[in-house]
């Protein structure tokens, strides 16, 4: 890889790791090119649109990123309740790992910025729709009927992604834990017998 494609692709995961934690308006582009460890005119030369274009690019990373692990979590499991455990359990492994700091990839962004930018809120929903996509296709896989299936996904998704941000402001995974103990029953009711 060149050294600017080096460069640039260290300022998209560094925004990747900087955004989520401290929001979109909290994290400056001094920070972003110190910790890159990126000139300061590379910021403009790599990303034309600024700030706004390596939201969007560091959203679409941690959303693809997260897209792979739960399909391989979902693809290993053999049915609706050991999904929720797998993915469950990823997800909590991830936030104490990283000292409660890293939750949802992508949420953060989205309360912060996506109201006031076209462009992040569209790369937001991209990525929150791919991981509703993943988990609607392993529902399906398990038999849920394809009439209930989008709604399932969107709130085990929903269910999720709320305690995910309970667990990381408790600094506590249980939260987590409790909502796949609750949402495991519900799951399972939905395939048919």
């Known amino acids: 890889m060149a050294k600017g494609q080096e460069t640039r692709q260290r300022m ?17 582009l001094n ?22 274009q390596v939201a969007v690019e560091a959203i679409g ?18 049915d609706p309740a050991e ?14 790992a990283s000292g409660y700091l890293d ?12 109201g006031s930018s076209e462009a992040i809120r569209v790369a937001c929903t991209e990525a929150y729709d791919g991981w509703l996509g993943v988990i609607e296709a ?15 996904a969107t709130v085990l998704l929903s269910a999720v992604e709320g305690a995910l941000l309970l667990a990381r402001v408790r600094r506590d995974t ?9 949402l495991e029953p519900l799951v399972s009711s939905a395939v048919p017998a």
């Open 31 to 52: 920070q972003l090119l110190s910790e890159a460890r990126a000139p300061k005119g590379s910021l403009y030369f790599h990303f034309p649109g600024g700030k706004e």
């Open 12 to 28: 998209v995961r560094t925004a990747a790791e900087l955004f989520p934690r401290q929001g979109y308006h909290a994290t400056g």
């Open 174 to 182: 249980r939260p987590l834990h409790a909502v796949a103990d609750e």
């Open 83 to 96: 999904g929720i455990v797998r993915v469950v359990e990823l997800l909590a492994a991830r936030l104490a």
């Open 103 to 114: 939750g949802c990839p992508v949420a953060s962004v989205a309360l912060d910025a996506a």
């Open 138 to 152: 392993a529902l399906r896989r398990w038999g849920v009927p394809a009439a209930r299936s989008g709604v399932l």
């Open 61 to 78: 990373m941690s959303g693809v990123n997260l897209l792979a692990d739960l399909r391989d979590a979902l693809d290993e499991a053999a």
